[in-house]
């Protein structure tokens, strides 16, 4: 596939999720990104491309997705050495319900690497577990001849590697699986000790992907006081963590329309009682348009029914171009109906009520059917609201991002995604997420996120999520628009002059009865004679050039 074609062949690097594992590839300038992630998923044996993609950096430092529609030479023009590093893209809710045993294993991968780099977040006994259950993996069953002393302090498993956690993953490995003779049919046993490979990455993917951030890569911004956030995106919808704590879970049902102006990143919000508008501001303009990018892409991938010329734009203001993003490859729901993943008679019910609904109806929830063996806590069983129609996008500008300290609630036009999102699935009941002793003191809940972590939803004890969950605080009230003078005067610049152009064409041009005085008066014949003839005949020769 890659062959040169020319003279011109360009070489490049892809690291796989293995760090000591990569890949040298070589691409012909008319090479588009399709082409290289198909290579390096050919490499790996890897049949369900959809879920990963190649990431790279540019030369200000802002990571990008490359574009599998564009070509790769103009995405990476300035980098030198070209490097992309092959990563998941899109998690599956339910990586169980994957066909392929390879798809798992890189999904695993990539987990484990979001465990030592923190992105992972999870109590202390959830990582002992995952700890010990990637020990199982990658060493086997325990030998009191092989693994001896403390062999778990010579792998990198955890981003905060303690002790106590060590030992407790040492226990763990000794200790025979729950249910088997060994483990007393539950009495005592709880460990990985018994577990085949395949058992014990199954497992890994179980517990990892109930975890709250699970498929998140979190991004940082400030809020409208200027306190530092970080705002993630996966399959559930837009979530932000304040240090390690969540403070709010968008749901892509909630959310209406998503843009950007500038540094601003902007959700509007669809709550039965009212709509809300919340901002929040990164660091630069370009680390802003990735934000929207992502939560696009990730919006789209887990809410349409099909990726048929969807477009979507939004950006620009009175004096910059607006942004045009187009998603091109499958969603999640054509993957499913192409595995036979979805019953028949939720095919018949989408054709049956797609002529029902409106087409400019919003997604409700990712439409991976939980069923099989595992069933993600606290996914929504309710019914979807469902429609054929292909998504459309209106191009907008939206206003009045420009004097904000932090994230701050906005309002005002901006780019409205009608979606088209999946059929009612039939409601399946949710397995309770397994809860695990109370988190060891030496794994705390750590005061930021500066690499990129979060606190998991099983703490303990398990509390309530409150009423308001999800909802915007009182005090975020949209604040009034601030006067802007070159906002007020352009327009009118505009408007005054097109409306001189348009009396000059009326005047000169017609013979209305209104305006023959006017054109005999000296000053009328003089502007005639000297500006409007000759602009006239310069206008026409162009046209004539023209065409």
Wanted: hydrophobic fraction near 35%; glycine fraction near 8%; include cysteine.
């Amino acid at each position: 596939m890659f062959k040169s074609r020319g003279d011109i062949v360009y070489k490049c690097t892809v690291r796989l999720l293995e760090d000591t594992e990569i890949l040298e590839c070589e691409f012909h300038p008319s090479y588009k990104g399709k082409y290289l992630l198909e290579h390096v998923c050919q490499q790996l044996n890897l049949t369900e491309t959809d879920y990963f993609g190649l990431r790279y950096v540019d030369a200000g430092s802002q990571r990008h997705w490359l574009h599998m529609a564009k070509l790769i030479l103009k995405q990476v023009k300035d980098a030198s050495p070209i490097l992309f590093s092959f990563r998941v893209k899109f998690y599956p809710p339910n990586p169980l319900l994957l066909k392929e045993d390879v798809t798992r294993f890189q999904i695993y991968l990539q987990l484990k690497r979001d465990l030592l780099h923190g992105r992972l977040y999870c109590t202390a006994n959830e990582a002992a577990m995952l700890g010990a259950l990637i020990i199982q993996i990658e060493l086997g069953d325990y030998d009191p001849n092989i693994h001896v002393g403390n062999y778990v302090s010579e792998m990198r498993l955890l981003l905060r590697q303690t002790d106590t956690i060590e030992a407790r993953i040492q226990e763990l490995h000794r200790e025979p699986v729950a249910g088997t003779p060994e483990g007393g049919g539950g009495a005592g046993g709880g460990g990985v000790q018994g577990m085949s490979t395949q058992e014990a990455e199954r497992t890994f993917l179980k517990i990892a992907c109930q975890l709250d951030t699970y498929g998140v890569d979190p991004h940082p911004v400030k809020d409208h006081r200027g306190n530092q956030l970080y705002l993630g995106i996966n399959h559930s919808g837009i979530l932000t963590f304040q240090g390690s704590r969540k403070t709010n879970h968008f749901k892509w049902s909630e959310v209406h329309k998503i843009n950007f102006e500038g540094r601003m990143f902007i959700v509007h919000l669809n709550y039965p009682e009212k709509k809300h508008t919340v901002g929040f501001k990164c660091p630069s303009g370009a680390a802003c348009r990735h934000v929207w990018c992502c939560a696009i892409e990730q919006m789209l991938f887990f809410t349409l029914s099909s990726s048929s010329e969807a477009s979507v734009y939004s950006g620009g203001g009175l004096f910059s171009w607006g942004t045009k993003f187009r998603y091109v490859g499958r969603t999640e729901r054509e993957i499913l109906q192409r595995d036979g993943l979805l019953a028949p008679r939720d095919e018949q019910e989408e054709s049956a009520g797609a002529g029902k609904r409106k087409a400019n109806s919003v997604p409700a929830t990712p439409s991976t059917p939980m069923t099989g063996d595992f069933v993600v806590a606290g996914y929504s069983s309710l019914p979807r609201s469902t429609h054929s129609a292909p998504l459309e996008a209106g191009a907008g500008v939206g206003a009045g991002a420009e004097a904000c300290n932090g994230g701050c609630l906005l309002s005002g036009p901006a780019v409205d995604i009608a979606l088209a999102c999946c059929d009612p699935l039939r409601p399946v009941l949710e397995e309770p997420k397994p809860q695990l002793p109370c988190a060891a003191p030496e794994y705390s809940l750590r005061d930021s996120f500066e690499h990129s972590s979060t606190e998991s939803g099983a703490t303990c004890p398990a509390a309530p999520p409150p009423a308001d969950w999800g909802r915007l605080p009182p005090a975020l009230q949209p604040p009034p628009r601030p006067f802007s003078l070159l906002r007020a005067f352009v327009p009118s610049f505009l408007f005054v002059w097109l409306s001189l152009a348009l009396l000059a064409l009326l005047v000169f041009e017609t013979d209305i009865a209104l305006f023959k005085s006017l054109k005999h008066k000296p000053e009328f014949i003089a502007l005639r004679r000297h500006y409007y003839a000759p602009l006239k005949e310069y206008l026409r020769r162009k046209m004539v050039e023209l065409f």
